[in-house]
Every structure is written in C-alpha cells, then in structure tokens.
C-alpha cells in the first residue's frame, strides 16, 4: 500500500483545512486508516483512525467534535475535516494505513503503511 496525502497549509485560529490520503492498491476496503500528526519537538501523536469497510472510527479527545475523517472507498482515498483549528493543531499530519484486525488501535507502531506528510500551521 502506498499512501500520499495532501492538503495541508496555513490557516488562522478557527479556520478550517481538508487533508486527504489517497491509496494505492486493490485491496483498500480491508484496512484501517489513521491520522497521526507530530508537532515541532513532539513525538508523533493519533488523532483518528477509520475503518474502511464499514466506516467505523475513533477520535483522540483533543480533536473529538472539532475534526472529521470520511473514506471514498470508490477512490481509495481518506479525507480528514479539520474545522475549528487552533495553534496546538499545528504539525505535520500523517496518514497510515494498517490491514484490518477484530479492533480499531490507535498505536502507531501497528500501522506499516505511511505517507510522506503534509504540513498543517494555525496561526494565532
């Protein structure tokens, strides 16, 4: 699986940015996709993760209600809604791609598949 996500750029306090990942293969439909980010001196962090099949996901609490992650399996891609951004939200996002198990993990040492990662920047 290869992965390439876009969308990232420089956005005010309470803006709002769309990332997407898209994906090489056949076989999209069977595996999870997260979103991880890494902030300057930080170390890389979840922030969500969908299940392609049957669009089950998981949220980190930090973005919970502000975020959104969608899937258009007939594009292999993954989109992740960013509104209501704030300076924290600022770091290089990430996505990742594992085959799917019986659960949703949100440790990114599980997922062998990345993208190269695209820089988000909110500013104050």
């Known amino acids: 699986v290869q992965l390439q996500a876009s969308g990232g750029g420089l956005v005010q306090a309470g803006g709002s940015l769309r990332l997407s990942c898209a994906a090489s293969?056949?076989?999209?439909?069977?595996?999870?996709m997260g979103w991880f980010r890494q902030a300057p001196g930080k170390g890389r962090e979840f922030v969500v993760v969908?299940?392609?099949?049957?669009?089950?996901?998981y949220y980190a609490d930090s973005v919970r209600g502000r975020f959104t992650i969608s899937r258009d399996n007939a594009k292999n891609t993954v989109y992740l809604q960013m509104n209501s951004l704030k300076p924290e939200d600022t770091a290089v996002y990430y996505c990742?791609?594992?085959?799917?198990?019986?659960?949703?993990?949100?440790?990114?040492?599980?997922?062998?598949?990345w993208g190269q990662g695209t820089l988000v920047t909110v500013s104050s």
């Open positions: 990742a791609a594992r085959q799917s198990t019986a659960g949703i993990t949100t440790n990114l040492q599980r997922y062998p598949y």
């Open positions: 969908i299940r392609l099949s049957d669009g089950v996901t």
């Open positions: 293969g056949r076989t999209f439909s069977s595996h999870d």
